[in-house]
Structure formats: C-alpha cells, structure tokens
C-alpha cells in the first residue's frame, strides 16, 4: 500500500480548475518529483495536499485512510509536512523561533530536535538570533526545510526549494537529502530545475494545464517525451 | 509650577487607564488584525459585570474582579469561536460590521437591563485615599494601582508574546495565517485564546473605569476612542508602545485641562493628530510590518 496517493484529485480557485483528476502515488521511503511548466498546478497539488485549498475528500489517501476532508493543521500532525514556495518564514520570529513553531503540532517524539536540524545546517545556528529577512535565500530555505523536518513528518513536501537561488546553494540544500530520506520520511518535490529533479527523484510525474502528461522512472523516460509531456506537442 | 508638576503626574496616572482599555485592543489587533469596534462597550459591559458580582455576592469590587475575570474569559473565547472567527477572511468589512452590530446590541442591551443610571463601583476608603508626595502635590491610591495595573499587564503580555510557545503561536498566525495552519496551528483556536486574553485585559480595564468615575452604558464609544489613539500613537504591534500611547494621551488630556478646564478632551485629540502628521506609524512602531 503506498503512504500517500491521490486519486482523482480535483481543485478549483473559485471557477477556474487547477487540477483535473490527479492520480500519483508515493511508497514509503520513496522520492518523487512533480515537473511542469508555471501554472501546469504543482504547487496547486501540493496544497491541496496539505489541505490549503479544498479537495474532494476521498482524493487524498494517507496509509490508506482518507485525508481530505482534513484541515491543514491536522495533516501536518499526521505527518505531512509542507515547505512553501517562496520559503515564507515567519517575518517576526527569530531562525530559533521558526524552528520552534515547526513543532508546534509535534505530539510524538521523531528524529528531528533544533539540535538535529543545527547539525544539518550549522549556519542557522549561528545566526539563531536573527530575524530571518536578514538571512540570505539560501540560509532562508534552510530555515523552512528544517522548520518543515521539526514536525518529524513522514511525508516532506518540498515546493520549489531551488527557486532564486545560485547553483551552489542549491547543491547545498539537495546535498542534505540522503540524510532526510535517511530518518525514512518520503519526499515530493516540486522542482522547476528537470535535471536536479532527475537525480534525486525515484519516479517523475510531470503536469501540464493541471493534467498528468506523463509518469515514469528517470531512466526510463526520454528527453524527447519529458520535452513532450512538458509543453505539449 | 507646582500645579503643572501635578498636571504631569495625574497625566501620567490617566494614561495608565487609557494604556488599560488599549492594550486589549492592542492584543486582539496584533493576532488577528480584527478591529473590535465593539471593544469599548465590553469594557462598559465588563464594569456592569463586576458591579453585579460586587452587588449579588456582596463583594468588594477588587474581590468581585476576581470571579468576573475567569467567567469573562469564557465569554470572549465563545464569542470569538461562535461568532467572530466567522467573519475573518480577506475582507476586513465584515468583521468591521459584525462589531459595531455587538456594540449596538451591548449598549441597549445594557440600557434594558441596568438602565441608563450612572453606576459606579463602591470600594470603600480605598477610592478616595491618596499618597502625599510633599510640596502639595499628592496622588491617588486608586489612579496609582491603575498605573501599576497598566505596566503589569503589559509586561505580562509580553513575557507571554515573547517568551512563550503561545505567543510564538501568536506572533507566526499574525505573521503569515495560512504557513501558521502548515505549523499544525489551529488558527480558529489561536484567536478564541487571545480573545479570551483580551477579555481579562478588559475586565481590569473596566475595574479601574468604575473605581475612578461614574460609567453608564452608553460611554463605551468615547472608550474606545480613547483606546484606539493611544493604540496609534503607539504604534501598531508594540505593547510598550500603547502604555507610551495611553499616557501620552493622558498628559495630553491633563495639560490641556491645565491650561482650559474645556481644552481637555480636545487636547488629546489633538496630540492625536499631531502624533499622526510627524509619525504616521506611531511612536514605537514594529520594525517589521
């Protein structure tokens, strides 16, 4: 049985449909990568999935159990965690707070502490104290990633984590993966960047105008049909 | 010139009282960016509470603030779960509406009940003692505790905003509502405790109101005026900065009434305005917006 699956996922923004009837599924210690054009609905998807936008309530499924007639503090509490676009931390709380509130929700005890996600990001220790719009993106992200690992999640949903960000950073950031898939939390990645998708992903679901054009291993998928499923013939 | 030493002092002293009906209004802003038009009618509404305790039970009113408190912390939570968290949405009208709708109601509500008799809270010798400060000049027992009140229950508010997992909470949904839920914070949760904290502000707001003059049920616009300038010159999100606000607004009001017994409600406004042209964001506004 896979952890989390969509089945006919469905989301609107008023009268405009986002999504038309997704199907994806993610097995335990897996990583899957969402790829798309802007506006194909990835980040549609994931929200729908955290439950910050409405959802037909048997199109989320989490061990089995349907999830989404749930209100986003319940899935985070669950055990599946949202790092957003555009990293959104918390403009009034220092680094140490954000990573605090992470674990707001937390009513069992997991791998991750604030000791644990400093050995992951020692910068962020030392700039605890900080208000985080002093922080640069990169440290930003790091931030929400390890804000988003203090809810222990078993499920990570990563939104666009390289977004703005230089090459190098970014390969900071993917490099702290295999210690997060370590603790055996799953991973979805929305990711514009289709090479850095490639490499860590286990499968590739790409999107396009809020349909799935396409599913497959990364080995097993062509240039030609990933170029294809991603504008559309 | 010691008349204006006085003025100064007893300014001050108000301001402690005009600190105490904004701070609740400082609370429930900072949160959930709700403007409660109905906030000072619950004060009045709170003062008729504690003068119905202190009257059935035979209490002394700063005993009777101590049952009024716990039941009006109760009140507020229901209110802002029944009714209130139902208006907050992307648009600010409704809860605008909805408030001044409750001040409506609280007034004649209050009017029905308790007509519209000036009330006051009875104390006993403790209402008119005063501490002399030599040089003629002396000050109010009951004033002086409302001062005192003033900063206790701001540095509470901020022990609690800044050194608690709860004013983490608070402080992350006022940032960002929608990340907050991310954090497994239950949002409509979040607004009924604070809320509720604001209720218990405004009860001791409302105890010194009735200790220090007559109340009835219709000043409780006049309050809130006063609550929402001191909340302004502030500066908005800063708890220090409404004690500032309210005693800015108290000296203001005494200097004024200093100079021309008629210039003292006036003279506050004025310091108002004057506030609002060379500082627009307030005294002590939060760095960040």
């Known amino acids: 049985m896979p952890l989390l699956q969509t089945c006919k996922l469905t989301a609107f923004y008023g009268d405009f449909q986002a999504l038309y009837g997704i199907d994806t599924s993610l097995d335990a210690g897996e990583t899957i990568?969402?790829?798309?054009?802007?506006?194909?609905?990835?980040?549609?998807?994931?929200?729908?999935?955290?439950?910050?936008?409405?959802?037909?309530?048997?199109?989320?499924?989490?061990?089995?159990?349907?999830?989404?007639?749930?209100?986003?503090?319940?899935?985070v509490r669950l055990g599946v965690a949202l790092v957003p676009e555009g990293r959104r931390l918390f403009a009034s709380l220092t680094v140490e707070e954000n990573l605090l509130i992470g674990g707001y929700g937390r009513k069992t005890p997991g791998p991750w502490s604030l000791d644990r996600v400093y050995s992951l990001f020692p910068i962020l220790k030392e700039r605890r104290s900080s208000?985080?719009?002093?922080?640069?993106?990169?440290?930003?992200?790091?931030a929400a990633l390890g804000r988003a690992l203090m809810s222990n999640p078993r499920v990570l949903l990563c939104d666009e984590i390289s977004l703005g960000l230089a090459p190098i950073v970014i390969s900071d950031i993917y490099a702290v993966l295999p210690q997060i898939k370590a603790e055996g939390t799953s991973v979805v990645l929305v990711e514009q960047d289709i090479v850095q998708a490639m490499k860590v992903a286990d499968r590739v679901y790409c999107f396009q105008e809020g349909r799935l054009s396409l599913a497959g291993s990364p080995r097993e998928l062509t240039r030609k049909q990933i170029h294809r499923a991603y504008f559309g013939s | 010139m010691i008349g204006w030493l006085d003025a100064l002092i007893?300014?001050?002293?108000?301001?402690?009282?005009?600190?105490?009906?904004?701070?609740?209004?400082?609370?429930?802003?900072?949160?959930m960016r709700l403007v409660n038009l109905a906030h000072g009618d619950l004060i009045v509404l709170a003062a008729f509470a504690i003068l119905l305790t202190a009257r059935k039970l035979g209490l002394d009113p700063f005993v009777a603030v101590l049952v009024a408190l716990p039941v009006m912390f109760v009140i507020g939570w229901a209110l802002q779960h029944v009714l209130?968290?139902?208006t907050l949405g992307r648009d600010l009208l409704p809860p605008l509406l909805v408030t001044f709708g409750l001040s409506i109601i609280i007034q004649n509500g209050l009017l029905q009940i308790f007509s519209a008799d000036s009330q006051r809270l009875r104390s006993g010798a403790i209402e008119t003692a005063s501490i002399a400060l030599g040089g003629g000049i002396a000050v109010g027992v009951v004033p002086l505790l409302t001062l005192l009140s003033a900063i206790t229950v701001i540095l509470f508010l901020n022990l609690l905003f800044y050194r608690t997992p709860l004013g983490r909470a608070f402080r992350a949904t006022s940032d960002d509502l929608e990340v907050a839920q991310l954090m497994g914070i239950d949002v409509?949760?979040?607004?009924?405790?604070?809320?509720?904290?604001?209720?218990?502000?405004?009860?001791?707001?409302?105890?010194?109101?009735?200790?220090?003059?007559n109340f009835d049920p219709t000043i409780g616009p006049g309050r809130l005026l006063y609550a929402f300038e001191a909340v302004i010159i502030g500066g908005l999100g800063s708890f220090w900065g409404t004690l500032a606000g309210g005693i800015v607004l108290g000296l203001a009001q005494t200097i004024g009434a200093r100079i021309d017994p008629e210039w003292q409600i006036l003279s506050g406004h004025l310091a108002f305005l004057l506030v609002l042209v060379l500082?627009?964001?307030g005294l002590f506004p939060r760095a960040l917006d």
């Open chain 2, 84 to 86: 209130l968290n139902r």
């Open chain 2, 188 to 213: 409509s949760r979040i607004f009924a405790v604070a809320m509720g904290l604001a209720f218990i502000v405004i009860t001791i707001a409302a105890l010194y109101l009735g200790l220090r003059a």
């Open chain 2, 10 to 31: 007893q300014g001050v002293l108000l301001g402690g009282l005009y600190a105490l009906f904004a701070a609740g209004l400082s609370l429930i802003f900072g949160v």
């Open chain 2, 279 to 281: 500082r627009p964001r």
């Open chain 1, 33 to 75: 990568a969402i790829i798309g054009a802007n506006g194909a609905g990835k980040s549609t998807f994931l929200k729908a999935i955290a439950g910050l936008i409405q959802r037909p309530a048997d199109s989320v499924l989490f061990d089995g159990r349907p999830i989404g007639s749930r209100a986003a503090a319940d899935i």
């Open chain 1, 131 to 142: 208000a985080t719009p002093t922080l640069s993106g990169g440290q930003q992200q790091m």
